[in-house]
């Protein structure tokens, strides 16, 4: 069974940065794209990027344009977001997400999620 393991979390001051890291694992044949949703407290999970995993094409928030970068490791089958010019309202749990195929099903799963705190 396919499943999806976040790291990369943490504290860090406003200004200050952090990459996350989310590692796919288990049966997929193949990966058709990874993203990052990310929920403050008390608010709907939010759409932050994504990334198509053969031609590596992006789409970003518009908060997280010019800030954040999304990349992944086609070989580790690991996805990253690479987060810079941190806010305070940037402090969410932040979840990858997987759409892809285990050569019999449509795979969508999501990991478990990292929490992000940005404070002074």
């Known amino acids: 069974q396919a499943q999806l393991v976040e790291s990369g979390g943490g504290l860090v001051q406003p200004g200050g940065s952090l990459t996350l890291s989310c590692a796919a694992s288990?049966?997929?044949?193949?990966?058709?794209?990874m993203g990052w949703h990310h929920q403050a407290p008390g608010k709907e999970r939010e759409f932050v990027a994504t990334i198509s995993w053969s031609g590596g094409n992006t789409y970003y928030a518009d908060s997280a344009k010019g800030r954040f970068t999304i990349s992944r490791d086609n070989a580790k089958n690991t996805l990253y977001l690479q987060m810079n010019s941190l806010k305070p309202e940037d402090t969410a749990i932040y979840y990858c997400n997987l759409l892809g195929w285990d050569g019999h099903n449509i795979v969508y799963i999501w990991g478990q999620g990292t929490q992000v705190t940005v404070s002074s």
């Open positions: 288990g049966i997929i044949f193949s990966i058709r794209s």
